[in-house]
């Protein structure tokens, strides 16, 4: 709760009366010298606060605010709807476009904070200075699109976006089921954290990591006049490392994939059936995108059909060689959700402007993942103050008040820890929401590999579809699962294996040495 101190500070922000009218019922509510309620007001439901911070403007070019906002409207109305969540509580809302800026987004939290406003959702991007700042006050922090990870580390924060090092424990669990014991890591300079968890995770499963190598991202090559930018490069860098490696992880771009899959052709690699290739996409498997992974957007065309190039051998082989680790696909009503996110971006409190272009039938603005972890954020933090709520009432025997309720729906160590114990939550996405020790969600992933399949609304034969997912189980990595129904195509319809039979330098072939040198003596 909020000292004195905290007070004398909000009241020197100099933000106005309101501001320090409703600082001061804050800490006369937690003094219990407000007025008690009267018969009539008991029926009546709390009112709390929370505070959303979107980018709706600024320079990062991802930015969600525009198009996933209604999805935070969505959720307060169906909890303030709702008479089994919170029913005795009705959650309002503070929100201010943060510009994509750390200091706009600091002041707009500080304000809020000393508007009362109990909990945070938000905001996108960086956002560990943030988080430290409401840690400071133990206000939970809830993130539905943050990549920080030292924020992992602070008992009030939770992140409903799953962080890039997550995936990792999938591509251990891929790893040992198909017994690829020895394997090399590739990544662009932005993956050296995820690369390092990869590593460390291997270690501890008794996996080896033949090679570690950092290559720099195609396009900074490129536009700082690198080396890297060569035509050789990739040719180069698998001619060093392909005697001592059979399985390849990459992680970075689609564009420096396809880059590196394109230098292993070329030195024949995929011709026997004897490589593979591990990639990791941190975005939502879309079928409509899959052929992104094999080949470049200025070769793939505009329109939604197979590309000008040899579907049969070699490039089939090449593309059997590849498996991806991807974000797995929302089940179940999803387009409903988004539909329903639209009109909710331009009703109160938003009322976002939608551009003439989009107003035809035929145009809908591309709804992200990062809605449903917005929706699911709201929700599973109702969630955990419903059941603390419970705890402190209805198990001590206790009637609920202002004080009370204020005490724990802004007691961020308290809300966060609630939250990791009440998962698996079912996602509106629908899908199973897991968070781990740290309260970062621990994600759903599928294994893409590419089959003969025709995907809708594309004029192809072939593409990357899902042939398995991964099931969290409360363990340290979760459980690979095949679908039967959709089988991988091996090249050569074999399983490579992590090194040659004798091994990579001949070392389990006994030698033939046991010629014997016969004298015949007369």
Sequence with gaps: MYGMLDIEWCQSRGEGDGMWYGARVILLAALGLLARPSAAELDKKFNITIGYLPSITGERRDR??????????????????????LPDVKLLLKWNDTRCDTVTAIRMLTDMTCSGVVAFFGPEGRCHTEAIVAMSRNLPMISYKCSDYQTSMLSNFARLEPPDTQATKSVIALLRYYRWNKFSIVYEESWVTVALTLENHAKKNNLTVNHQRPVIDGFKCCEEKMTCCAPGFWYQFIQETKNRTRIYVFLGSTAGLIDMMTAMESLQLFAKGEYMVIFVDMMTYAPKESLKYLIKTEDRGTTLVCPKTNWEM?????AQSLLVVVSSEPEGSY????????????????????PPALLEKS???????????????????ATALHKLIEEETTYKNETLDYKKLMSIASNGTLIVSKMIHITPFKSVAGMSIRLDERADSEGNFSVLAFKNYTIEDIKCNASMVAVGHFQQSGKEFPEYKLNPHVPIDWPDGVKPEAEPSCGFLNEKCPKDDSQITSLVLD
């Excluded at 070699?314 to 090449?318: L, N, Q, S």
């Design 335 to 354: 387009e409903v959700f988004t539909g329903r996110v639209r009109d909710y971006n331009s009703m109160k409190p938003f009322e976002f402007p939608v």
């Design 363 to 381: 145009f809908n603005k591309f709804v992200s993942i990062y809605a449903a972890y917005l929706y699911d954020s709201v929700k599973l933090y």
């Design 64 to 85: 969600q605010g525009l198009a996933i906002s209604g999805a935070l409207s969505m959720a307060l109305e169906d909890v303030n709807n709702s008479t089994k969540l």
């Design 314 to 318: 070699p490039f089939k082989k090449r």
